[in-house]
């Protein structure tokens, strides 16, 4: 029908083919063809017609139909329909009213030159994206897994990776450092993200991803494929040196001789994958101690203080340990921090002790300067555990009373004093905030207090924009290796006991209230 002199049997060959070729459903081919004919007939009978293409899936006949609606009066030919012609039209739509839809009979007619690539253009665009979803279900599921291929190209520092029915890509900061990867070499990544673009699936790989280790030990070590242990954590340093936590669901196993396997045949096929890189496999525990002291292996540590609500741990050892522990340009302490996701102090224990004086003596002038205290009795109150005068203010008489040497008139009258100084110190702050011009979106913002409000005023960041456009270290402070010597770096609130993540939060929130639009 569509050309008297083609088999009529041609088209439901091609389409099984093209079906069996690219693995897309027949059925599927089949109405790209039709959609492809519809669009060549409207070229042929105009535009405004609204052409409807059956194929018969049994014998390959064509049937070409113009979609009319049933209305009183037509004004339209080519879409309208009165429904005394429609009945003409075939006895069928005798039970047909206004409103409903009828077909009209087209004749069949043979293709030239422009409708055939008219027709070709369709359906080519219809079986591609067919194609396109189809890939894209097949990989959508291949995320979080080690994918294999053959390296097809490098382009401009990146891997292109065939995978067999799609091309993958490996971009130049997610290989390994100095690796020597070439055409035709078979490698191994990480799938860490599949999504749907324009062109097609996109799938991209990761040799440098933490996860792409943790997926090559579930590979090599049995115990872990079957659930017997559990990775907790990992961090690397690409090409250089990596940490994997790991905990033993069965106490009869030991989790890192398993991980290391005999005479480190398990560890070593990592170590080989990875292009030599050196692997620290840390025994997991519930106390953070215990964990920062195995992780920071080779360095001995002698002493941990946990402060489990700010996530920070001050890590106490001898001078010849701090080098170890730091690792060369600070690579071993970095690792362990992001391993623990805690922020690890490392220092010796002259400098904690120096550190612990300094904080004492602090807090001592404070009471005995705001609260008009002796300066025995500051120090006694210090050594009991209180850190700040809101300390003593949301103290009860009896607590106060169980350190020895303070009677009732003595905590009532500390109990007053630091009431009276918090409600005067919040005066001060709040005309504090009015002086150094903070904006409201600033003061407002939620996490900060009256206290980091003035400390940021001082340091010239007044808006919301300037407070999201900061760093978290910039908060919180810490350590950093200038010209190989480690250096503490003071951070804007870090008097304030800010941990990290809260930092993170409070920057994130304003960044989000900043670039909402």
Known sequence: MLNKRADKLELLRIAEAV??????????????????????????????????????????????????????????????????????????????????????????FDFGRIAAQTAKQVITFNVREAERERQFNDFKDKKDTILSGIVKRLEFGNIIVDLGKTEAIIQKNELIPRENIKAGDRVKAYCYDVRRETRGQQIFLSRAHPKFMEKLFIQEVPEIYDGL??????????????????????????????????????????????????????????????????????????????????????????????????????????????????????????????????EFKEKTENFVKNLELDETLGQLLVAEGFSSIDDIKDSTVEGLTKIEGIENETAEALIERAKEFYQKDQEEISNRIKDLGLENELINHEGLTPGMLVTLGEQKILKLADFADLASDELTGGYDIIK??????????????????EADELIMSARKKIYKD
């Open 19 to 108: 079906a069996l070729e690219k693995s897309i459903d027949k059925e599927l081919i089949i109405s790209s063809m039709e959609n492809g004919i519809a669009k060549a007939a409207k070229a042929k009978f105009g535009q405004d017609n609204e052409v409807k293409v059956l194929i018969n899936r049994d014998n390959g006949d064509i049937e070409i139909f113009r979609k009319l609606i049933i209305v009183e009066k037509p004004e339209n030919t080519n879409t309208e329909i009165s429904l005394k012609e429609a009945i003409t039209l075939s006895d069928e739509n005798k039970s047909k009213k206004v409103g409903d839809e009828v077909l009209q009979v087209l004749p069949s």
């Open 229 to 358: 242990i559990e990775i907790k954590s990992s961090a690397r340093d690409p090409g250089s040196r990596a940490k994997i936590c790991v905990k033993a669901i069965d106490n009869s196993l030991d989790p890192v001789g398993a991980c290391v396997g005999m005479r480190g045949s398990r560890v070593q096929a990592v170590v080989n994958e990875l292009q030599g890189e050196k692997i620290d496999i840390v025994n997991w525990s519930e106390d953070p101690a215990i964990i920062v002291s195995n992780a920071l292996s080779p360095a001995e540590v002698q002493r941990v203080n946990v402060d489990s609500s700010s996530k920070k741990l001050d890590v106490i050892l001898t001078e010849e340990n701090l080098s170890k522990a730091i690792g060369r340009r600070g690579q071993n302490v970095r690792l362990a921090t992001k391993l623990m996701n805690y922020e690890i102090n490392i220092m010796t224990d002259q400098e904690d002790s120096e550190r612990r004086q300094v």
């Open 484 to 501: 190989g010597e480690r250096v503490k770096i003071k951070g804007y609130l870090e008097d304030f006991a800010l941990s990290k993540n």
